[in-house]
């Protein structure tokens, strides 16, 4: 018995691809965040580890430069953290999307194989029943003659 294809299954692959992008793109997302995260603890740390004490005037100019440079990367590296937990949100909710587009066309293909199942053992069942029903009416044809 030739099994009847699942009308909808290029949509459910292209919602599968959807979703498989929409992972990736969340994965790359977290990637930069973490990234993001860990410069900008790095920038703290060096700010901190600037010496508090100067020797002179320009031990001093240095050590505010310093500062002054590490606290506006500190800046850019917050303003950049927060773009990309932003962006790692974003992509969150569109692989939730994508994935709630994709598990509703997958159920709709397990019911569809199911109702397959369920119609070749009904189709099973009826050829067995038909084949007992024949020989129990010609052991009691053979019976009779």
């Known amino acids: 018995m030739m099994a009847r294809a699942f009308a909808l299954a ?3 692959r292209l919602r599968q691809i959807e979703k498989e992008h929409a992972a990736s793109d969340l994965a790359a997302a977290n990637a930069l965040r973490r990234d993001a995260g860990e410069r900008q603890a790095r920038a703290i740390a060096a700010l901190h580890a600037v010496p508090a004490e100067a020797t002179d005037a320009g031990t001093l100019f240095a050590m505010a430069a310093a500062r002054a440079s ?3 990367m500190l800046a850019d590296l917050t303003a950049l953290a927060a ?9 969150r909710e569109a692989f939730t999307e994508a994935k709630k587009r994709a598990v509703g066309l997958e159920k709709l293909e397990t019911r569809h194989r199911e109702q397959l199942v369920a119609g070749d ?3 099973e069942q009826a050829a067995i029943d038909e084949i007992a029903t024949g020989a129990w009416q010609r052991a009691r044809e053979g019976g009779e003659a």
Request: aromatic share 0%.
């Open 83 to 91: 773009e990309a937990e932003a962006e790692a949100a974003a992509a």
């Open 10 to 12: 290029g949509l459910l």
């Open 121 to 123: 053992l009904s189709a």
């Open 70 to 72: 590490s606290r506006s």
